[in-house]
């Protein structure tokens, strides 16, 4: 009996080669997704409204910490229309009517607008801080390192907030008590 030499080793390789290609390569195993941080999935870019002006006036400024993320709300009266807002990261946060910088502490610069003056219809200060550098004292904060004034011009007003890095952010408006609205932002402290 005569044998054919096509199956040498050379051969045996190319065959077996070829069957791989064939069948396809062995399936790696799904990357396991990792569980989003305290279930946040926000992520950093721009929270905002529709265009447009709310009733009401902006009362007060006020910070809390969670387990998870730092929290600043704004409180606004009458607001019977719905709180339009804009609340984005900001190379530099600028005062309203003058452009000025707003210098804040933190790596990353939170920019909130909100779309009520911080007066009334005759001119009086409905929300006047004591001190405009400091709203809250955010001191043992995790994820915040200062709330700032940047003023209240032609129907809205900014407030800049100072962070230790571009992190998760959101934004919403509560309604209640009463006819009070509430902004609320919520920066989480860490991915």
């Known amino acids: ?7 040498g080793r050379a051969g045996i390789g190319t065959v ?12 790696a195993a799904p990357a396991a997704t990792a569980t989003p941080y305290c279930g946040i999935t926000w992520g950093s870019t721009p929270d905002y409204t529709s265009s447009g002006y709310s009733s009401g006036h902006l009362e ?6 969670h387990a998870c993320f ?8 009458d607001a019977t229309h719905g709180l339009k807002y804009d609340v984005r990261y900001v190379s530099t946060v600028r005062q309203d009517g003058s452009g000025i910088a707003v210098p804040l502490r933190g790596a990353a610069d939170v920019q909130i607008i ?7 219809s005759a001119g009086r200060a409905t929300y006047r801080p004591a001190n405009s550098r400091e709203l809250t004292n955010t001191a043992g904060y995790a994820t915040f390192r200062q709330v700032a004034w940047a003023g209240s011009f032609e ?17 919403f408006a509560l ?7 509430r902004l609320v932002i919520d920066v989480a402290h860490r991915w």
Do not use: E, F
């Open 1 to 7: 009996m005569k044998t054919n030499r096509i199956w």
């Open 16 to 27: 077996a080669a070829a069957g791989a290609l064939l069948l396809g390569a062995p399936a």
């Open 60 to 65: 007060n400024v006020r910070s809390g910490r």
């Open 70 to 77: 730092d929290r600043l709300v704004l409180d606004v009266d």
């Open 114 to 120: 909100v779309r009520v003056p911080a007066y009334d």
């Open 155 to 171: 129907g809205q007003s900014t407030i800049g907030l100072g962070v230790r890095a571009r992190l998760p952010m959101r934004a």
């Open 175 to 181: 309604a209640g008590p009463g006819d009070h609205s």
